[in-house]
Protein backbone atom coordinates (compact mmCIF):
# COMPACT_ATOMS: atom_id res chain seq x y z
CA UNK A 1 0.00 0.00 0.00
CA UNK A 2 1.42 3.59 -1.01
CA UNK A 3 2.05 5.78 1.72
CA UNK A 4 -0.43 8.49 0.33
CA UNK A 5 -3.42 5.81 0.77
CA UNK A 6 -2.94 5.29 4.42
CA UNK A 7 -5.24 7.69 7.20
CA UNK A 8 -3.85 10.69 8.68
CA UNK A 9 -3.66 8.87 11.96
CA UNK A 10 -1.82 6.74 10.80
CA UNK A 11 1.24 8.72 8.77
CA UNK A 12 0.94 10.78 12.11
CA UNK A 13 1.87 7.20 14.31
CA UNK A 14 4.90 6.95 11.74
CA UNK A 15 6.02 10.73 12.44
CA UNK A 16 6.54 9.42 15.75
CA UNK A 17 9.56 11.90 16.35
CA UNK A 18 7.43 14.95 16.08
CA UNK A 19 5.35 14.12 18.60
CA UNK A 20 6.94 14.54 22.30
CA UNK A 21 10.33 15.45 23.17
CA UNK A 22 10.36 11.98 24.73
CA UNK A 23 10.08 10.15 21.05
CA UNK A 24 12.79 12.24 19.41
CA UNK A 25 14.71 11.28 22.79
CA UNK A 26 13.83 7.43 22.59
CA UNK A 27 14.61 7.32 18.42
CA UNK A 28 18.31 8.88 19.47
CA UNK A 29 18.01 6.33 21.87
CA UNK A 30 17.44 3.48 20.19
CA UNK A 31 19.73 4.62 16.77
CA UNK A 32 22.54 5.67 18.89
CA UNK A 33 23.98 3.52 22.11
CA UNK A 34 21.10 0.01 20.94
CA UNK A 35 21.84 0.29 17.15
CA UNK A 36 25.44 1.04 17.12
CA UNK A 37 26.18 -0.91 20.23
CA UNK A 38 24.81 -3.89 18.34
CA UNK A 39 26.68 -3.12 14.84
CA UNK A 40 29.98 -2.57 17.01
CA UNK A 41 29.58 -5.40 19.26
CA UNK A 42 28.91 -7.91 15.77
CA UNK A 43 32.41 -6.02 14.14
CA UNK A 44 34.57 -6.58 17.72
CA UNK A 45 33.56 -10.19 17.75
CA UNK A 46 34.50 -10.90 14.20
CA UNK A 47 37.67 -9.41 15.11
CA UNK A 48 38.27 -11.33 17.64
CA UNK A 49 37.88 -14.73 15.53
CA UNK A 50 40.23 -13.19 12.87
CA UNK A 51 43.36 -12.28 15.59
CA UNK A 52 42.87 -15.94 16.73
CA UNK A 53 43.43 -16.38 13.01
CA UNK A 54 46.18 -14.63 12.70
CA UNK A 55 47.59 -15.70 16.17
CA UNK A 56 47.82 -19.28 14.57
CA UNK A 57 49.39 -18.33 11.75
CA UNK A 58 52.09 -16.56 13.41
CA UNK A 59 52.76 -20.18 15.05
CA UNK A 60 51.28 -18.98 18.39
CA UNK A 61 53.85 -16.28 18.73
CA UNK A 62 53.66 -14.15 22.27
CA UNK A 63 54.94 -10.98 20.49
CA UNK A 64 52.09 -11.14 18.14
CA UNK A 65 49.50 -11.86 20.74
CA UNK A 66 50.47 -9.03 22.78
CA UNK A 67 50.76 -6.71 20.11
CA UNK A 68 47.29 -7.87 18.94
CA UNK A 69 45.49 -7.64 22.11
CA UNK A 70 47.01 -3.55 23.46
CA UNK A 71 46.38 -2.44 19.47
CA UNK A 72 42.51 -3.80 19.75
CA UNK A 73 41.87 -2.36 22.97
CA UNK A 74 43.62 0.77 21.69
CA UNK A 75 40.57 0.83 18.59
CA UNK A 76 37.78 0.05 21.09
CA UNK A 77 38.79 3.03 23.32
CA UNK A 78 39.03 5.09 20.43
CA UNK A 79 35.23 4.33 19.54
CA UNK A 80 34.26 4.92 22.54
CA UNK A 81 36.20 8.43 23.04
CA UNK A 82 34.57 9.35 19.74
CA UNK A 83 31.02 8.35 20.64
CA UNK A 84 31.21 10.09 24.22
CA UNK A 85 32.67 13.35 22.19
CA UNK A 86 29.84 12.73 19.93
CA UNK A 87 26.83 12.87 22.55
CA UNK A 88 28.76 15.86 24.36
CA UNK A 89 28.69 18.00 21.58
CA UNK A 90 24.98 17.44 20.68
CA UNK A 91 23.02 20.65 20.76
CA UNK A 92 19.90 19.75 19.14
CA UNK A 93 18.10 16.51 18.27
CA UNK A 94 19.73 15.18 15.34
CA UNK A 95 17.01 12.84 14.03
CA UNK A 96 13.65 14.31 11.72
CA UNK A 97 11.48 11.24 11.37
CA UNK A 98 9.75 11.73 8.16
CA UNK A 99 7.47 9.25 6.13
CA UNK A 100 10.21 8.09 4.74
CA UNK A 101 12.90 7.50 7.37
CA UNK A 102 14.82 9.06 9.62
CA UNK A 103 17.17 11.86 8.44
CA UNK A 104 20.15 12.85 10.26
CA UNK A 105 20.94 16.42 10.88
CA UNK A 106 22.99 18.61 13.17
CA UNK A 107 25.53 15.81 13.52
CA UNK A 108 29.16 16.76 15.39
CA UNK A 109 31.76 16.52 12.44
CA UNK A 110 34.05 14.41 15.19
CA UNK A 111 30.78 11.80 14.50
CA UNK A 112 32.60 10.62 11.43
CA UNK A 113 35.72 9.11 12.62
CA UNK A 114 34.55 6.76 14.53
CA UNK A 115 34.31 4.01 12.02
CA UNK A 116 38.30 4.99 11.25
CA UNK A 117 39.50 2.89 13.84
CA UNK A 118 38.11 -0.17 13.01
CA UNK A 119 39.24 0.48 9.57
CA UNK A 120 43.09 1.15 10.39
CA UNK A 121 42.54 -2.24 12.76
CA UNK A 122 41.35 -4.10 9.74
CA UNK A 123 44.62 -2.76 7.19
CA UNK A 124 46.89 -4.01 10.15
CA UNK A 125 44.92 -7.47 10.76
CA UNK A 126 44.90 -8.01 6.65
CA UNK A 127 48.33 -6.72 6.32
CA UNK A 128 49.51 -9.26 8.32
CA UNK A 129 48.25 -12.03 6.88
CA UNK A 130 49.16 -10.82 3.55
CA UNK A 131 52.52 -10.85 4.87
CA UNK A 132 52.31 -14.50 6.55
CA UNK A 133 51.34 -15.53 3.16
CA UNK A 134 54.14 -14.31 1.11
CA UNK A 135 56.55 -15.70 3.53
CA UNK A 136 55.29 -18.88 3.66
CA UNK A 137 55.17 -18.83 -0.25
CA UNK A 138 51.27 -19.86 -0.51
CA UNK A 139 50.37 -17.07 -2.88
CA UNK A 140 50.17 -20.47 -6.01
CA UNK A 141 47.13 -21.82 -3.49
CA UNK A 142 44.93 -18.72 -4.38
CA UNK A 143 45.48 -19.77 -8.22
CA UNK A 144 46.31 -23.49 -7.86
CA UNK A 145 49.10 -22.81 -10.68
CA UNK A 146 52.27 -24.62 -10.30
CA UNK A 147 52.23 -27.71 -7.31
CA UNK A 148 53.28 -26.30 -4.38
CA UNK A 149 57.10 -27.79 -2.91
CA UNK A 150 57.48 -27.64 0.69
CA UNK A 151 61.30 -28.31 2.53
CA UNK A 152 59.80 -30.31 5.66
CA UNK A 153 56.66 -32.74 6.77
CA UNK A 154 55.75 -29.94 9.00
CA UNK A 155 55.45 -26.99 6.37
CA UNK A 156 53.51 -29.45 4.20
CA UNK A 157 51.15 -30.29 7.02
CA UNK A 158 50.56 -26.37 8.34
CA UNK A 159 50.00 -25.66 4.97
CA UNK A 160 46.91 -27.26 4.60
CA UNK A 161 45.21 -24.61 6.75
CA UNK A 162 46.70 -21.81 5.08
CA UNK A 163 45.04 -21.89 2.60
CA UNK A 164 41.62 -21.73 3.92
CA UNK A 165 42.78 -18.74 6.68
CA UNK A 166 44.36 -16.78 4.38
CA UNK A 167 41.75 -17.30 1.70
CA UNK A 168 38.72 -16.20 4.44
CA UNK A 169 40.00 -13.41 6.06
CA UNK A 170 40.74 -11.87 2.68
CA UNK A 171 37.39 -12.01 1.55
CA UNK A 172 36.19 -10.87 4.88
CA UNK A 173 38.93 -8.14 4.64
CA UNK A 174 37.72 -6.68 1.53
CA UNK A 175 34.14 -6.74 2.42
CA UNK A 176 34.30 -5.00 5.40
CA UNK A 177 36.92 -2.73 4.66
CA UNK A 178 34.66 -1.83 1.66
CA UNK A 179 31.87 -1.28 4.40
CA UNK A 180 33.71 1.15 6.51
CA UNK A 181 34.60 3.16 4.32
CA UNK A 182 31.42 3.43 3.05
CA UNK A 183 30.27 4.62 6.23
CA UNK A 184 32.65 6.89 6.51
CA UNK A 185 32.02 8.71 3.23
CA UNK A 186 28.03 8.66 4.00
CA UNK A 187 28.60 9.93 7.66
CA UNK A 188 30.69 12.49 7.11
CA UNK A 189 28.85 13.55 3.28
CA UNK A 190 25.94 12.73 3.03
CA UNK A 191 23.72 12.05 6.72
CA UNK A 192 20.69 11.11 4.74
CA UNK A 193 21.69 7.89 3.61
CA UNK A 194 22.53 6.89 6.92
CA UNK A 195 19.48 4.05 7.64
CA UNK A 196 20.03 2.79 3.99
CA UNK A 197 24.13 1.44 5.48
CA UNK A 198 22.88 0.86 8.85
CA UNK A 199 21.41 -2.66 8.53
CA UNK A 200 24.58 -3.73 6.32
CA UNK A 201 27.01 -2.52 9.10
CA UNK A 202 25.37 -5.12 10.93
CA UNK A 203 24.84 -7.46 8.53
CA UNK A 204 27.70 -8.22 6.35
CA UNK A 205 30.10 -8.41 9.30
CA UNK A 206 28.29 -11.48 10.86
CA UNK A 207 27.37 -12.99 7.47
CA UNK A 208 31.41 -13.08 6.46
CA UNK A 209 32.39 -14.05 10.33
CA UNK A 210 30.20 -17.14 10.06
CA UNK A 211 31.89 -18.18 6.46
CA UNK A 212 34.86 -17.76 8.64
CA UNK A 213 33.56 -20.51 11.36
CA UNK A 214 32.27 -22.69 8.38
CA UNK A 215 35.72 -22.66 6.43
CA UNK A 216 37.62 -23.26 9.93
CA UNK A 217 34.99 -26.38 10.58
CA UNK A 218 35.31 -27.55 6.75
CA UNK A 219 39.50 -27.56 6.83
CA UNK A 220 38.99 -29.48 10.51
CA UNK A 221 36.97 -32.19 9.56
CA UNK A 222 37.96 -32.57 5.74
CA UNK A 223 41.72 -31.99 5.78
CA UNK A 224 42.28 -34.31 3.15
CA UNK A 225 40.55 -31.43 0.66
CA UNK A 226 43.35 -29.30 1.22
CA UNK A 227 46.00 -32.04 1.11
CA UNK A 228 44.81 -32.65 -2.19
CA UNK A 229 44.85 -29.00 -3.31
CA UNK A 230 48.43 -28.21 -2.07
CA UNK A 231 49.96 -30.70 -4.04
CA UNK A 232 52.32 -33.39 -4.03
CA UNK A 233 54.10 -34.30 -1.06
CA UNK A 234 58.01 -34.01 -1.47
CA UNK A 235 60.14 -37.23 -1.49
CA UNK A 236 60.49 -39.13 1.58
CA UNK A 237 57.53 -37.33 3.25
CA UNK A 238 54.20 -39.36 3.68
CA UNK A 239 51.44 -36.74 3.48
CA UNK A 240 49.06 -39.98 5.23
CA UNK A 241 51.82 -39.69 8.21
CA UNK A 242 50.71 -35.96 9.09
CA UNK A 243 48.99 -35.20 12.07
CA UNK A 244 45.16 -34.32 10.84
CA UNK A 245 42.64 -32.95 13.14
CA UNK A 246 39.59 -35.50 11.53
CA UNK A 247 36.44 -36.09 12.97
CA UNK A 248 35.02 -39.71 14.52
CA UNK A 249 31.81 -39.73 11.77
CA UNK A 250 29.93 -42.65 11.59
CA UNK A 251 26.83 -43.58 9.08
CA UNK A 252 23.43 -43.51 10.32
CA UNK A 253 22.71 -47.24 9.35
CA UNK A 254 25.57 -48.35 10.81
CA UNK A 255 25.01 -46.41 14.32
CA UNK A 256 21.38 -47.31 14.34
CA UNK A 257 22.46 -51.33 13.76
CA UNK A 258 24.78 -50.77 16.50
CA UNK A 259 21.86 -49.70 18.59
CA UNK A 260 19.79 -52.11 17.85
CA UNK A 261 22.08 -55.23 18.44
CA UNK A 262 22.69 -53.43 21.94
CA UNK A 263 18.84 -53.78 22.37
CA UNK A 264 18.82 -57.23 21.10
CA UNK A 265 21.54 -58.33 23.38
CA UNK A 266 20.32 -56.34 26.41
CA UNK A 267 16.58 -57.81 26.29
CA UNK A 268 18.31 -61.25 25.93
CA UNK A 269 20.53 -60.93 28.71
CA UNK A 270 17.35 -60.18 30.52
CA UNK A 271 15.05 -62.84 29.62
CA UNK A 272 17.95 -65.34 31.01
Not at 5 to 22: C, K, P, V, W, Y
Not at 61 to 67: E, G, I, M
Not at 154 to 180: P, T, W
Request: hydrophobic content about 50%.
Amino acid sequence: MPLTALSNTFIDSLDIGNQSRASALGLLIYDYPIDDFVIVSSTLAVQVILQLRVYALYQKSSRVRLFLICFWLLEVAAMVVFVGITFANIKAMPIIATSTGCTYTSIFSIAVLFWLPALAYELVLCFMVLRKVHEGRWFDLFWKKAPLVVDSDKEFNSGKLVKVLARDSLIYFVGVFIELVINTVIWSRYNRYIPAITPWSGALPSILGSRLFLGMREAILFPERYATEVGAAPSGVDAHSTVRFTATRRPVLAWMSDQTAVHIETHGTSAL
